[in-house]
């Protein structure tokens, strides 16, 4: 459930009875008003999620609030993963007073607001997708974060901010590494935090570490990385977050 829909997956042997199950849905849970079933995979750069409307409100545009923040979304436009709410709590808890952090893909402020509203810190929130940034100045509003995030449209490797951050955050699982000398331009000077996302076997996290401890040398950064699981992204294949400590070399 992401707020008042409800995302259903559906054998393809049950297609035919999706408005029922949708009607069924609805009538299970009171809180549930839309239901819509997955009809494809999640695609392209800004991961559009696949789904059909097959019951209630066509009206799919939600408010959830998750450890105090509102969001406001679509989940038919825009993906919202409950999943990785742990790693949301956990990252702003480490968040220190007055950083600075830059969210490379911020898509409605899942990493950003909360970071935001937990600390005194300045957050750079970076999305390429104009619906799913729309979403996210909805949201700045909506939690009255106006003086303390900014929003920026575009590709975060053309418009991140240059040598600012002291912690960065990739929430972004596909390609990642392609990123990574981005966020070390992004980084201040002084090092920093990069919490980079991947989604890979298991066997191929120590040739990551390599590449990522080669890249951060190119740079001019010593890495200390420590590697964390945060869920099964499908079968055989992990959502891991690379905990990158870059001091300057
Ligand atoms: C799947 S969402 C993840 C949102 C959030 N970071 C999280 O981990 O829950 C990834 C977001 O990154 C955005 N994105 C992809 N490539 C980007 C790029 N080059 N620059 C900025 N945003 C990008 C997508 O549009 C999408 O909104």
Redesign the pocket.
């Known amino acids: 459930m992401v707020g008042h829909v409800a995302l259903v997956h559906l054998d393809h042997r049950f297609w035919q009875y999706a408005e029922q199950v949708g009607e069924l849905t609805i009538e299970y849970n009171r809180r549930i008003r839309s239901v819509a079933a997955r009809c494809g995979p999640t695609k392209g ?3 559009k999620p696949a789904y059909r409307l097959v019951a209630g409100d066509p009206d799919t545009v939600t408010t959830l609030t998750e450890g105090g923040i509102k969001f406001s979304l679509d989940p038919l436009l ?2 919202f ?1 409950r999943g ?1 709410r742990q790693e ?1 709590l956990r990252v702003s808890s480490v968040v220190r007073q007055g950083e600075v952090v830059v ?5 409605v402020g ?2 950003a607001l909360p970071v935001a509203k937990a600390k005194s810190s300045q957050v750079f929130a ?4 104009p619906v ?1 940034y729309g979403f996210l100045l909805q949201n700045v509003r909506l939690n009255n974060l106006d003086n303390k995030l900014v929003p920026i449209l ?4 053309e418009v991140h901010p240059v040598g600012v951050a002291d912690r960065v955050i990739m ?2 699982l596909h390609d990642t590494f392609m ?1 990574l000398p981005a966020a070390f331009e992004t980084l201040s000077k002084a090092g920093g935090m990069i919490h980079m ?1 991947v989604a890979t076997p298991m066997k191929n996290i120590a040739s990551l570490k390599e590449m990522i401890a080669s890249e951060a040398a190119e740079r001019g950064f010593r890495a200390n990385i420590v590697v964390r699981r945060v869920k099964t992204y499908s079968p055989g294949v992990e959502h891991i977050a690379f905990d990158i400590h870059a001091a300057p070399n």
């Open positions: 750069v800004t991961r825009v993906t993963s990785n949301r969210d490379m893909f911020a898509c899942q990493f970076i999305e390429i997708d799913a575009g590709d975060c490797r929430g972004y990123f996302h």
